[in-house]
């Protein structure tokens, strides 16, 4: 075959599969076109069914009746509430006679939160939405009902409360701090007021059990062993960042939403979590020194009071829920918190 025949022959395959492909691109076109139609078909006729943030719901909480806005109710990511009207377990919902989604709770506690929600929907970091304010002795069901919501780290209740009205904090409030989680390398003693390093070395976390969103809060902390004045991070974090951390990230001081001072050696000063430094601060602390976090939730500001007199501040974002932050370094390491 010469070479004319063999290209005369190449030109008519690269013609045949041109036409071929052009039949199957048209055919996927046509395809393509019915689904297309046939999903703006069925979007519409599924609109009146759709969930919109405007949508009334209808309550019936222990018997008295509540109405209120999907979006007023959904406010709080990841709260039962938000999850139960997001639109996709609705149909499923316990109603009474007349279709109201039924609660078995105490209608005067959800009346409390579901008031504290609609505040929350028009309030501003300048003006925040104000707590709600519970008799003394009905504080640790309502605060069973809160937890039992999904609301905790938006409703602070203290561990224990001595004015009788929901998160209005006592200036005192160290009397009743104590350390909770923590990771495995740190040992809690003395009624959970004392944390200590184990002994390798490494970044360990402890926190404390509290979260404070209003008024001004007093924490002494005793630096019991402090080996060679190296480095201990003091200060706080956002009372939800624990939902964005990594399992296995124990640098508490980098987390979003983590502000404090690294005391000792280094003059670190780390804000959202982020590192800066403080020449002032280097080499002002030693064992057996006690200093002092003022945490003034109102102002959004972070004190830091050492027992030379010094004070070191930190400008804090408004409207956040606050919790004690504590990292150790080194062995052996031990941290009081005073009464």
């Known amino acids: 075959m010469s070479s004319e025949d063999l290209l005369a022959k190449f030109d008519e395959l690269v013609k045949r599969f041109k036409e071929e492909f052009n039949e199957i691109i048209q055919g996927e076109r046509v395809k393509m076109k019915a689904e297309v139609e046939q999903y703006n078909a069925e979007k519409q006729r599924m609109k009146p069914f759709e969930d ?49 989604v039924f609660f078995d709770v105490n209608p005067q506690y959800f009346c409390y939160i579901l008031d504290y929600l609609r505040m929350k929907k028009i309030a501003s970091p300048e003006n925040p939405a104000e707590l709600p304010k519970v008799p003394r002795d009905q504080v640790k069901n309502f605060n069973t009902l809160v937890e039992y919501l999904g609301l905790s780290d938006e409703i602070v209740v203290p561990a224990e409360e001595t004015v009788g009205t929901v998160g209005i904090v006592p200036t005192e409030i160290g009397r009743s701090e104590k350390f909770n989680l923590h990771v495995p390398g740190i040992t809690l003693q003395e009624a959970e007021k004392v944390a200590v390093h184990g002994p390798n070395g490494g970044h360990q976390y402890v926190l404390g059990q509290n979260r404070y969103q209003q008024g001004t809060v007093h924490l002494k902390l005793k630096l019991e062993s402090f080996q060679n004045n190296n480095w201990m991070f003091v200060g706080v974090m956002k009372g939800d960042a624990l939902q964005q951390i990594e399992q296995n990230n124990y640098r508490s001081h980098q987390w979003p939403g983590s502000h404090g001072w690294a005391l000792g050696r280094t003059g670190q000063v780390w804000k959202e979590g982020a590192k800066t430094y403080d020449n002032t601060l280097k080499n002002l602390t030693t064992a057996g020194d006690t200093v002092e976090l003022v945490l003034d939730c109102d102002a959004a500001k972070l004190s830091l009071h050492l027992p030379t007199g010094q004070q070191f501040h930190i400008d804090l974002p408004r409207s956040q829920t606050w919790r004690l932050n504590v990292n150790m370094l080194y062995a052996i390491d031990k941290i009081h918190i005073i009464e």
Do not use: P
């Open 52 to 100: 919109s943030d405007d949508d009334i719901i209808h309550l019936n909480v222990g018997g008295q009746k509540f109405t209120s806005t999907r979006s007023t109710l959904c406010q709080v990511e990841g709260s039962l509430l938000a999850i139960m009207f997001s639109g996709r377990w609705e149909r499923g919902l316990k109603r009474d006679q007349d279709g109201a």
